[in-house]
């Protein structure tokens, strides 16, 4: 079953009207996208996803709340391409949720947990080339290390990146829990029960394979252009890695440039192209938490198009 977190709290941010067109980054199994095909009478819903079992799923689903939409299957790092294909330049709302959904998680074999045995896979898109399989058996210790350490925030990087390179000179790495036991083995038990560097290392891998923070920084100025005014986006994060991008970029088109600060004239171009919904991140609320522990690390952040 797929919950879809915060679910109310992001679509009425992005206030949708009946005959607007909306894009949902993040189809995923059309939990927020049902939500907003629910309110658009002649508007129209254009969805992303790169997991073709999501899009089947959702395709379903979502015909039978309404024929308007499409489906497109791409990163939504191609978004304005993609929209710009479709003879759309201008949106009234972009939905992002960045988690992964729970079929993913929970469908061993797409290897994302840390917790079933499955070949070491994480590829979102099943047609890409690179997988946590090559990752962890290609990559040197440094790189290792360094990805590690950036995107799983883990302090004994080093120590469990020497450990793997050690390891794959008999034979490679192939399976999840085969990285588990090197994980394990590498900080020792008792580090390991206490603060579960597995969590962080996978997150790592995830991050890496699917190139998600890179494609955050990308499409969120992308999507703030494609915003008509009073256009809106809602943003659900769920780790803070993703969250500082997230505040960072929405901080940045949301100020005046240095350079013009006081002034009494700032040239249009040097005017808050946004401004901030929510300064603080909306959390999930207490009925949701003890609904759905997955909620637990999620951050919603809305802005709207000036």
């Known amino acids: ?31 927020h996208s049902s939500e907003i095909l629910k309110r658009l009478k002649r508007g129209f819903l254009f969805a992303f996803d790169q997991d073709k079992e999501a899009i089947t799923y959702s395709e379903k689903k979502l015909s039978e709340i309404s024929l308007n939409f499409k489906i497109i299957h791409s990163n939504f790092k191609n978004l304005k391409e993609k929209l710009h294909d479709e003879g759309v330049d201008k949106v009234d709302g972009i939905m992002f949720d960045l988690g992964l959904s729970s079929p993913q998680i929970d469908d061993a074999s797409r290897g994302f947990s840390f ?74 038990a008792n580090y390991f029960f206490k603060s579960h560097p597995e969590r962080e290392i996978f997150q790592a891998i995830r991050i890496e394979v699917n190139d998600e923070l890179k494609v955050l920084e990308e499409v969120l100025p992308d999507a703030i252009d494609l ?29 005046v440039d240095e350079v013009f600060k006081g002034m009494p004239d700032i040239p249009i171009a040097y005017q808050p192209k946004i401004k901030l919904i929510n300064k603080k991140p909306i959390l999930p609320s207490e009925k949701e938490l003890s609904e759905n522990s997955r909620s637990k690390s999620a951050k919603l952040r809305i802005i709207e198009r000036l």
């Open 1 to 31: 079953m797929h919950y879809s977190v915060m679910l109310s709290e992001a679509i009425e941010g992005l206030n949708v009207k009946k005959d607007g067109i909306y894009v949902d980054g993040t189809l995923g199994y059309a939990g």
């Open 115 to 188: 917790m079933n045995e499955a070949k070491l896979d994480m590829r979102m898109n099943k047609e890409a080339k690179k997988s946590a399989y090559d990752i962890i058996n290609n990559y040197s210790k440094e790189e290792l290390a360094k990805i590690f350490f950036e995107y799983g925030e883990e302090k004994m990087s080093n120590v469990i990146a020497r450990k793997i390179v050690d390891y794959r000179k008999n034979k490679p790495i192939e399976t999840t829990t085969e990285l588990v036991e090197i994980i394990k083995s590498s900080v020792g």
């Open 227 to 255: 915003l008509k005014k009073g256009g809106r986006i809602s943003v659900i994060t769920f780790h803070s890695l993703e969250d500082r991008i997230v505040k960072k970029i929405f901080k940045k088109y949301s100020e």
